[in-house]
């Protein structure tokens, strides 16, 4: 469904962030992206809505290249993509409400939406989602009066709202603590799998990828260095991607909390 | 920071000598153009006039109190007129300042070559030039009035408004204005709902600042003959009317005192 080819940013400052990513994601899998800081996650997921301009490639989306249409098909082509962000992104301002129907807004006018007179089918679809999340009590709060848990499954409601084929979730969790870490991507996990979404996910914490994902691909100075299942992350494999490190720690732990899952 | 080794003990002092000696040489430098300036000020003065102040402002005291109460009567009209050159002034140039921020704020800008530069420039020229000879120019195209004076506070606030809010501009949160373009909004519609709703509480604070400000500067430019209050000074001071120029002083200052208030009033209510 999604194909990256040769997906290749160099920025203005001469950094090479991303170097002839070949990458293919088949309708409904979740794949979470690995790898350090400054590897190039964030960058290849906003080449692929063209939040930043990809220099070389094409970025396939069924079969369209999204990487070379004008400004009104990208616009139409962002409908098809959520995106959940590491900050929430909320408008702090806005309402939980307002927040939600903002993901509508490519599909309605600007006076519409300045009037925020949407039409019904999106107010209730809106509801829906807060439902689904149980947020519903909060609809009518103004985004900065939540909690970071709260306002993370705002803007999985936003990037829902679209009616997307695919998710774009940069560090879903990094701002959250160990639970609610494990909420959200259980949430967003179950969310592609009721709907048959494609999703990827940009991660730091490994042991949480490995509990999710079906298949995890790892990023370094731009290049694809792994990819596979996620058992597949041996210490090696760990070692090669972020360096040198004791690995062992990081794959026990998983097991541990595992276990400690198990137990509640 | 120097330290002296003396009978095994270290001395701290906290310059050394050199730096102690150009220290004083400032010092000394200092007065003495101080002084060099004193003589030559004393030099050009007239110093008769300066003794005799105090007895002539004692005089004008005596002219102007107690002010003439009754001439109130006379001042209701001109306040009004001063509060709604400060009011449509201010509403008229947040009007024109809001487009002149957006296209100068850097993150906002259609073209930062072209365009900005004359945001930029729009700003710098009506902010540099003071509302009194805005209104002495606005006169002789306008002719003299409350409007010349309207728009004389207009055109001043201006660029007051507009640099204060292009810099909320650019302080915004880039992240929510990146969440709403990846939604697939439109242009504007990402800037009513990824820009306006962060900038908001700025706009509202700067709006009752300047209000506040077009107030107390409204008050002075009758002084040309742009209306309002000072109309009504000027008149007085040209016959020497004492009496009723403290009373214009004391109208003045209650006025401002008030606009103060409200202002402060609402701008606690927004932040």
Redesign the interface.
Known sequence: MLRLEGLTKTYKTGDQALTDIDLEVPKGQVLALIGPSGAGKSTMIRCI?R?VEPTAGKVLLDGVDIAHLSAGAL?????E???I?Q?Y??????TVMENVL??????VG?WR??TRRYPQADVDEAFRLLDRVGLLHMADKRADELSGGQRQRV?IC?ALI?NPKLL?VDEPTASLDPKTSRQIMRLICELCAERGLAAIINIHDVALAQMFVARVVGLRFGEIAFDGAPDGLTPDVLTQIYGEEDWEATIEKVEDEDDIEAAE | MPVLEKDDTQIWRRRTRGQALTHWAGWLIGTAIFVYCWQQISGATTWFFVWDAPRIAGDIWTRATPPRWEYIAQLGRPIWDTLNIATLGTLMALVMAVPVAFLAARNTTPSRLFIRPIALLIIVSTRSINSLIWALLLIAIIGPGVFAGVIAIAIRSIGFCAKLLYEAIEEIDHTQVEAITATGASRWQVMAYGIVPQILPAFAGISVFRWDINIRESTVLGLVGAGGIGLQLQSSLNVLAWPQVSLILLVILAFVVVSEWVSAKVRGAII
């Open positions: 809505n939040l616009r139409r082509a962002r409908r993509m959520g995106m962000f900050e992104a909320l408008v702090e301002r806005l903002s993901g509508r807004l490519g599909y600007f939406s300045f803007g936003r679209q774009l």
